[in-house]
């Protein structure tokens, strides 16, 4: 089964979730599961991915691990680009459309990004800056078992996403996992000085990722320009 159990929570436990006068940060009300999920994640990927991740960039040449991501991200601009149409970004939509067509034919199935010396610039979107583009809200912030930070909107959404590009077309279980397992080799892999960076600069790692992602999570929905909060002065 491709849709982790937790997703499927994440829905339930958000009509239950309420946020208390207790000095907890509102936007966490699960903070005591989500800490332990946080160590949880940490802890295997100190063991088993960031090692994985190492490997993979010691081994693998560097035109290789471009041509990897830029494989993966052409991949992404099927869903970015359905993603700007359903929130009303046509130009942005067309722009999204050319750059698959350019990459996955002149870049071979994009393994060569063309599409940027074009002019075609570089979107990312997802189904959940889709809902909230429309007024969703984010609900509490939750941290996915293996698969790290994210709100109660947006944890359900991200089973979206993938169904926009490889997941859809290939059926057989071993060669799927074989995709999303190289995916997130290298998306670890592209991670490595940042988290050297967090090891360096954060007294409280878990409060310093979920207060940056859930920062960089509004820009994502409001395009760079999130309007003032109601507790902003």
């Known amino acids: 089964m491709r849709l982790p159990f937790a997703l499927l929570i994440a829905l339930t436990l958000s009509a239950c979730a309420t946020t208390g006068g207790n000095g907890q940060d509102p936007r966490d009300p699960w903070e005591g599961l989500n800490r332990q999920t946080y160590a949880f994640n940490d802890a295997l990927d100190k063991a088993v991915m960031k ?35 359903l929130q009303g970004k046509f130009k942005e939509g067309a722009s999204d459309v050319g750059r698959l067509l350019v990459n996955s034919t002149l870049g071979v199935f994009g393994l060569w ?6 002019g075609l610039e570089k979107h990312d979107e997802d189904f959940g800056q889709t809902l909230g583009w429309w007024g969703v809200p984010p609900g509490p912030y939750f941290v996915i078992p ?23 077309w290939i059926d057989n279980d071993p060669e799927y996992w074989s995709w999303w397992a190289l995916d997130k080799v290298r998306t670890r ?4 000085k940042a988290g ?38």
Do not use: C
Request: glycine fraction near 8%.
């Open 196 to 233: 050297s960076v967090l090891d360096e600069a954060a007294l409280d790692k878990y409060t310093f990722l979920r207060d940056a992602w859930l920062q960089r999570r509004r820009n994502q929905v409001f395009d760079g320009h999130p309007p003032k909060e109601k507790d902003e002065e």
């Open 51 to 85: 090692p994985i991740a190492q490997g993979y960039q010691k081994v693998t040449p560097a035109f290789a691990q471009e041509g990897v991501n830029n494989f993966y991200s052409n991949l992404e601009d099927i869903g970015t680009g359905l993603n700007n149409f």
């Open 146 to 168: 293996l698969l790290g930070p994210s709100t109660a909107r947006d944890a359900p959404a991200r089973v979206v996403d993938p169904g926009w590009y490889y997941s859809r």
């Open 113 to 118: 990004d063309l599409g940027t010396p074009m």
């Open 189 to 192: 892999a592209n991670l490595l």
